[in-house]
């Protein structure tokens, strides 16, 4: 079963990503959150905007 995440907390890591401060597999470190899903929401949210 996936876990579910609260919407702050993909947005946060989002913020992160987004302003260039750190890449994916930091960012699951510091949240304790699998890189390979801050990863999706990153693909997800680029695709988003295009």
């Known amino acids: ?3 579910h ?3 702050e907390i993909h ?3 989002l913020k992160r990503y987004f302003k260039g ?3 994916a597999l930091q960012i ?3 949240l304790k959150i ?3 899903t ?3 929401w990153i693909c997800n ?3 988003g905007l295009d």
């Open 38 to 40: 801050i990863s999706a």
């Open 5 to 7: 995440y609260p919407e």
């Open 28 to 30: 699951g470190r510091d």
């Open 34 to 36: 699998p890189r390979q």
């Open 11 to 13: 947005l946060a890591a």
């Open 45 to 47: 949210a680029k695709d």
């Open 21 to 23: 401060k750190q890449t």
């Open 1 to 3: 079963m996936a876990k």
